[in-house]
């Protein structure tokens, strides 16, 4: 039994669990696939993974209630302190007080399992929490 | 921008709502028909085709073969959401180079109820629990992991994903939140109740706004675009051909001064597809379009801009230049994009209310503000228009912005 992210750019294997980014070591710029030119200085790279940050702050979110299952999610984009960025679920914020959720909060990545395989094999995916 | 002046001469556009009883090639047709007699102008003539529609791309050729077809050449073209202004975009550039003198642009769509949205957690898990049986084995395996990630990593539904976009704003701009949103809705819900092509024409309160059921925070279900059935039809003319016309088809012209075309480029801020940015590709093709046109912001008589979600609406009021840097929550709560304020946006109460047939909204909205160009808009006439402005959004991401001028000569 083993524990597989559920997307390829999500690292569990590798000290506290977090995201990794490709990186152009041309420019810098940031992408979690690795695209056949870089789409900001147009050069093949090369691309190299980059350990992005467990730490950030919440940029937008949306409080998702219709073709959710029960009471709904929080839909969240967050910053990471260090660069880049993504999008997954704020796992403790207000499903109802909407406006209890702060634009701007700290908040830290966490992994929880949303499934298990026949085999016992877990997937895990991330999200986000308020500090 | 140089080459031949472009102008409409010919517009056509079916009510929005729900049509079971047509289809689709019978909406396309009749629209075709009505703007080419608008325009004085038969198939015969036509020398170009632009045909947009998301579901049915492809259709050009039927729908051309049912009207009688001169071996037009025929553009196919699809753009999320843009599909529209790509189909307009078409005889435009024909005209525009010289290749053509004339020629037609249909955009259409027929949805039905339903439509833009990826099965939820509560959708599939019913569709499972239906469907019963032997189900195969699950295994995971790395790069693998069949599970839907709707409701887990975020959404990727457009409610939720334009209203992520309007909470950006709010978190980087004074004075915008939950109220400045609802306000968008109910100026183009009351808007649309003097629009005979609207699918919805209902009057909301602010509080009506607000208290309705939550689709994704802020968008409560009078903030969201309807899904629908359209079809609009334009004619397009050069500057030469224009004079070879009846003066009643030449007084009624409509010129387009600027139409513009972007995709986004790379940003880092927007790494996540399902975070796509709306921002830079419209600021951009505004500036261009108002640099080919010579038109500023504040000439703008009356704008139809794409407002999927009303959250959308408002990050354009700055996107297109039409307020103040970061000032959109002060221009609505002002009400400059009401019909009487300062720059009305969205009179025929935009894809919010009016509704957003897909493929049909980037023509339609062209036919809209040449009916106010013309004179000929009726209850929602804006008196005295001479420049009007279109934008339109396809995700993935695509923007046309084009400026419309009545001509005066």
Partial sequence: ?131 | MTGQDVYIVGVAMHPFGRFPEKSSLQMGTEMILAALADAQLSMKDMQVFGCGSLFENGSGQRIINELGNPGVPIYNVTNACATGAMAVRVPFMEIKAGIADVGLALGYEKMGKGGMTVPGQADMAARMAAQGGERPKKVFEPGKVPVMTEGILGTNTMPGTFAEIGMEYARNNEGVGFEQFAKVAVKSHEHSALNPYAQYRRVFTLEEVMEADIIAWPNTLPMCGPTGDGAAALVLVSGDKLKTLPDDVRKRAVKISASALYSDPYNEDNMSPSAPDVNTLTRTAADRAYEDSGVDPQDLDLVELHDCFATAELVHYDNLRLCEPGMAGKFIDEGSPYRDGKIPVNVSGGLVSKGHPIGCTGAANMVEVSMHLRGEAGDRQIEGAKVGMTHVIGLGSTCAVHILEKVTA
Avoid: W
Avoid at chain 1, 11 to 22: C, R, T
Avoid at chain 1, 92 to 119: I, M, Q, S
């Fill in chain 1, 1 to 131: 039994m083993s524990k597989i992210p559920i997307v390829n750019y999500l690292v569990l294997d590798d000290g506290e669990p977090h995201l990794q980014a490709m990186e152009c070591q041309n420019c810098g710029a940031l992408t979690y696939r690795t695209p056949i030119q870089c789409g900001r200085c147009y050069t093949p790279g090369p691309f190299a993974p980059k350990k992005l940050s467990t730490q950030g702050t919440l940029r937008a979110f949306s409080v998702v209630k219709r073709g959710a299952v029960g009471n709904g999610f929080i839909s969240a984009i967050v910053d990471f302190d260090g660069g880049g960025n993504v999008k997954a679920n704020l796992v403790n914020g207000d499903l109802d007080n909407f406006e209890n959720n702060k634009l701007g909060a700290p908040v830290r990545l966490v992994t929880y399992t949303v499934d298990t395989d026949d085999e016992g094999n877990e997937a895990v995916a991330f999200g986000f929490e308020t500090v």
